[in-house]
């Protein structure tokens, strides 16, 4: 049986959780994946939370204060962190997208590598903000040598990795990178993502149509990550450092897919090959000891438990949804 997780439950895995109550915390992408699961334990552990939106926001059962602002806008951002004086700034705001289209270069330059350098130029004039980043497995590490991006969205992290070196080293901007994994859990916005897309499809009785599935991924669930960003936000030893996010565990799609059905009690046989593979895609797998060493963060959710959290939530979702029609048909 397949039991959610309790709403508002904070996952709680450092003991140095309570030095976030009170402190002054802006975070750009508020409203994202990753962005709005942040907010809410940063909430529940008692910061003063500043939340950036594009789009303007009710003040949610966090207590966030909401702004409205492109981070695309340097004159923008930098009102906006002279405004709020944060201690640690946590920059989620990006454009996420793996297609290999010539038509995403700009978007990934103006959304995921400009809107770095905004922040970094506004974060140098204020002393002693810390700057987490919010990175990807897909862009090349160091030591790689001349391997060539899989896509604009990489391309762009692997340049706004640069640039934060460049600042921390330059001008002396406390800033850390987290280079994070393929990132799930319950409530994702973007349902088209593998997991919540062959999550849905299951639980409605539909088989989800894939690509060859033999592609191998670092699956990292979404309370593991905010504990990663929480540790790099009070850790002084990270700064000017990048840091891989996942579980350095790798897992086929085919074999994700495979263990979600078996959670959900569906006997319905995927459509592999039904979509290309992408050129370009390779097993980005985390090393999780640097993260470990200075962070002190390990992930504490395997992929099972994991997945059965995102199923259960997702079953939850579709049974409150489907009650309104239940009712009409009484």
């Given at each position: 049986m397949l039991t959610a997780p309790a709403p508002g439950d904070p996952h709680v895995q450092g003991q140095e959780d309570h030095l976030w109550y009170g402190?002054?915390?802006?975070?750009?992408?508020?409203?994202?994946?990753?962005?709005?699961?942040?907010?809410?334990?940063?909430?529940?552990?008692?910061?003063?939370?500043?939340?950036?939106?594009?789009?303007?926001?009710?003040?949610?059962?966090?207590?966030?204060?909401?702004?409205?602002?492109?981070?695309?806008?340097?004159?923008?951002?930098?009102?906006?962190?002279?405004?709020?004086?944060?201690?640690?700034?946590?920059?989620?705001?990006?454009?996420?997208?793996?297609?290999?289209?010539?038509?995403?270069?700009?978007?990934?330059?103006?959304?995921?590598?400009?809107?770095?350098?905004?922040?970094?130029?506004?974060?140098?004039?204020s002393p002693g903000t810390r700057v987490v980043l919010a990175g990807s497995l897909e862009e090349p590490r160091p030591g790689e040598g001349e391997a060539a991006p899989s896509s604009p969205y990489a391309v762009a992290k692997w340049a706004a990795s640069g640039?934060?070196?460049?600042?921390?080293?330059?001008?002396?901007?406390?800033?850390?990178?987290?280079?994070?994994?393929?990132?799930?859990?319950?409530?994702?916005?973007?349902?088209?993502?593998?997991?919540?897309?062959?999550?849905?499809?299951?639980?409605?009785?539909?088989?989800?149509?894939?690509?060859?599935?033999?592609?191998?991924?670092?699956?990292?669930?979404v309370d593991d990550v905010v504990d990663a960003f929480l540790a790099a936000g009070r850790t002084a030893e990270a700064a000017g450092r990048s840091f891989d996010i996942g579980t350095g565990t790798r897992t086929s799609i085919r074999d994700t897919v495979e263990l979600l059905g078996r959670i959900v009690g569906s006997s319905l046989r995927p459509h592999y090959g039904a979509l290309s593979d992408r050129p370009l895609d390779s097993a980005r797998i985390a090393d999780i000891a640097p993260a470990a060493e200075v962070l002190r963060w390990r992930p504490a959710t395997g992929l099972e438990e994991g997945l059965r959290l995102t199923a259960a939530w997702y079953a939850e979702r579709l049974r409150q949804d489907d009650a309104p029609r239940r009712d009409a048909l009484r």
């Amino acid at each position: 049986m397949l039991t959610a997780p309790a709403p508002g439950d904070p996952h709680v895995q450092g003991q140095e959780d309570h030095l976030w109550y009170g402190s002054r915390v802006l975070v750009t992408g508020a409203t994202g994946f990753i962005g709005a699961h942040l907010v809410r334990r940063l909430g529940s552990l008692g910061a003063q939370v500043h939340a950036v939106s594009r789009r303007p926001q009710e003040r949610s059962a966090s207590g966030a204060t909401w702004h409205v602002a492109d981070v695309s806008d340097a004159e923008a951002i930098e009102d906006l962190v002279r405004s709020t004086r944060p201690g640690v700034v946590f920059h989620l705001a990006s454009e996420v997208a793996g297609a290999r289209d010539p038509r995403l270069v700009r978007t990934m330059l103006d959304s995921n590598l400009a809107s770095v350098v905004n922040l970094l130029t506004a974060v140098a004039d204020s002393p002693g903000t810390r700057v987490v980043l919010a990175g990807s497995l897909e862009e090349p590490r160091p030591g790689e040598g001349e391997a060539a991006p899989s896509s604009p969205y990489a391309v762009a992290k692997w340049a706004a990795s640069g640039y934060a070196r460049m600042f921390h080293h330059l001008w002396d901007v406390p800033v850390t990178t987290l280079r994070i994994g393929m990132v799930y859990g319950p409530d994702q916005p973007d349902t088209s993502k593998l997991v919540p897309y062959a999550t849905l499809s299951l639980l409605r009785g539909e088989a989800p149509s894939l690509s060859s599935g033999t592609r191998h991924l670092d699956w990292v669930y979404v309370d593991d990550v905010v504990d990663a960003f929480l540790a790099a936000g009070r850790t002084a030893e990270a700064a000017g450092r990048s840091f891989d996010i996942g579980t350095g565990t790798r897992t086929s799609i085919r074999d994700t897919v495979e263990l979600l059905g078996r959670i959900v009690g569906s006997s319905l046989r995927p459509h592999y090959g039904a979509l290309s593979d992408r050129p370009l895609d390779s097993a980005r797998i985390a090393d999780i000891a640097p993260a470990a060493e200075v962070l002190r963060w390990r992930p504490a959710t395997g992929l099972e438990e994991g997945l059965r959290l995102t199923a259960a939530w997702y079953a939850e979702r579709l049974r409150q949804d489907d009650a309104p029609r239940r009712d009409a048909l009484r």
